[in-house]
Each structure stands twice: as C-alpha cells, then as structure tokens.
C-alpha cells in the first residue's frame, strides 16, 4: 500500500546499449556543490555495497531495494521514500525484483559539507529557532521518511537543474540546495512527532504537540495553540510553519486522520463513530478529507484489517 507518499518523477531509463553494467548502472551530473547520481538496476542481486565521500540523499525513483544501513535490520525501499546516509557510511542493497521488465531506478545525491554547514550557519543566523538552545541541524537518526509534496517537488526541481545545460544551472541548484536541507529538516521534525520521538522540553512546540493531541475531540483554534507556545498568534503561525513546513491546522488535519486510522482498524466500529471519535462533526467532509489524503476510503481502509 503506497498511501501518504508523494513521488518524485522519473529521469527516463538509459538505452540498453548504453549499460554498463546490469547491477547500480550509473548515470553523473557533477555541479560545483553537489553531485547527481542516477542508478538503475535490471537484474536480481543482494547485498551490493555502495559508499559516498559526501552526504548523500537517496530517493527511489522505480521498483523496490532492500536497504542494509548501521546495525538496523534491512527495510523494504519504495518509490515516495528518501533515506539521508551520512559520509563515508556503507549501505548494502538488495534487489529481489529487479529485471529488464521491472528495473529499478533510484537517485543518489552528494552534497559537499562546505554547502550543508554554509546553509546551516545561513539559517540559524537569519532564521534562529525558538526557545533554549535549538539550532537547525539534520538527524542522522531519522534517516528514512515518506516524501512530502513539498520535499519531491524541491527533488523534482533540483533533477531538472542537475541535468540542464543552462549557464546558470549551478546558481539555480545553489538555491534548491538550501531548500533542500530546509525540506529534509523539517520532514525528519515531523516524523520525529508522528513516531513519539520528540520531547524536546526546549521547543515551544511540544507543549502545542500535546495540546493538539489530548483535545482533538474539541475546538482547537489558533488563538488557544498560540497560548500554549507563549506566542502571538501571528508569530506562532510563522514559527511552526518553519518548524515542520505545515500549517497548524494542515498539523491538526494529520493528527485527526492518524487517530481515524488507529481506529478503523477495528472492522467492528462505524464509520460515523470514527469520524466523531476522531474530532470530526460532519461524516461526509470526513470520508472526502479520508479519501483526499489516503487515496482510500475509510471504509476500504477499514476493510484492509478485516481477517
């Protein structure tokens, strides 16, 4: 099932002559700060190790890998997920399914350190973070996560640009790059969330995180989350949208749909029950807004737990 997943699109596939090699045949766009690596794989293989200098951002693209990363058991790797590998770590892959009708296609890209750590400095400079001791940074922990519109559309764009031949191609990538890094961040924040992994006691936002969820049943509204971050409504706005790349209520929306799903998977309970347990008052808005983000109905949802 490929729900909450937004996909990057596709670079067209290498003409068979030109294949190298059946196994990670790859393709190379070098720019000044960053290095574009398209590898694509038409045969069965296991445990094929690949290794960057760099930090590199991997996104698949086609077909399905089996990761091997740190001392973690291996995970299936799909189209719509990205995986963030520090440098000089070696990842072990998989290809169970791949063939000639089912190849496999996945990007690998290399970014300098000089770049991460300019736009780090960049963001903590011109956009700190609120409350005690909290910086930009990225989470070599939360290395796997679902695509977000915003992170394939950025994905999408910084593809374009790698492959152009434009004058100007590594200005524009320098651009995309900082979006990038700004994209990835707050997607492994959310996640962090979504996982119960984040507990911050310096962040304004945990408390808002716990609000949310001990009162999804009743009337959140803007002015009652800003309360609870100590912040003008205004100023909490602009301040969880940089933190997760969401709008509070685009947050609360996610909150609710998550407890939808927790609870349909109980083939007993109502579709109205959920709705209404779940902070929703209208049935139809909530199975339009089920069918919207999870490509499903809750009834089919509910249905994919049924023995």
């Known amino acids: 099932m490929t729900l909450n997943r937004s996909f990057i699109q596709p670079p067209k596939l290498s003409n068979e002559k030109s294949l190298k090699t059946l196994v990670e045949n790859r393709t190379v766009y070098s720019l000044n700060h960053c290095e574009l690596n398209l ?3 038409y045969e069965s293989s296991q445990l094929v190790p690949l290794k960057f200098n760099d930090l590199v ?4 693209l086609r077909g399905k890998k089996v990761m091997h990363l740190f001392d973690d058991p291996g995970f299936d790797y799909l189209p719509g997920e990205t995986v963030v590998i520090p440098s000089n770590v070696e990842m072990k892959i998989d290809f169970p399914e791949a063939s000639f009708n089912n190849p496999t296609q996945c990007l690998a890209l290399a970014i300098e350190q000089s770049k991460i750590n300019d736009t780090l400095h960049f963001l903590n400079e011109r956009y700190p973070k609120e409350g005690n001791n909290q910086f930009w940074h990225l989470n070599y922990k939360n290395y796997y996560f679902y695509n977000n519109v915003e992170l394939a559309s950025t994905i999408n764009k910084l ?3 790698c492959m152009s031949t434009s004058i100007t191609k590594d200005a524009l990538a320098d651009l995309t790059l900082q979006e990038l890094l700004i994209r990835i961040i707050q997607t492994q924040t959310a ?5 119960g992994c984040f507990s911050d006691p310096n962040n304004p936002i945990t408390p808002v995180i716990e609000f949310i969820r001990m009162n999804l049943k009743g009337n959140i509204s803007m002015k009652s989350l800003s309360e609870n971050a100590c ?3 205004a100023s909490f706005y602009r301040f969880f949208k940089k933190e997760l790349g969401m709008s509070p209520i685009e947050f609360v929306i996610n909150e609710k749909l998550k407890c939808a799903k ?3 998977k109980n083939p007993k309970i109502h579709i109205n029950e959920v709705c209404y347990l779940s902070g929703f008052e209208d049935s139809n808005y909530f199975i339009r807004l089920f069918k919207k983000h999870e490509g499903i109905t809750p009834k089919q949802y509910q249905l994919l737990y049924v023995n």
């Open 159 to 161: 593809i374009k640009e």
């Open 39 to 41: 590898f694509e794989t």
């Open 262 to 264: 927790q609870l349909l």
């Open 57 to 60: 951002v991997t996104s698949m």
């Open 231 to 233: 912040m003008s409504t």
């Open 191 to 195: 996640k962090a969330i979504d996982d």
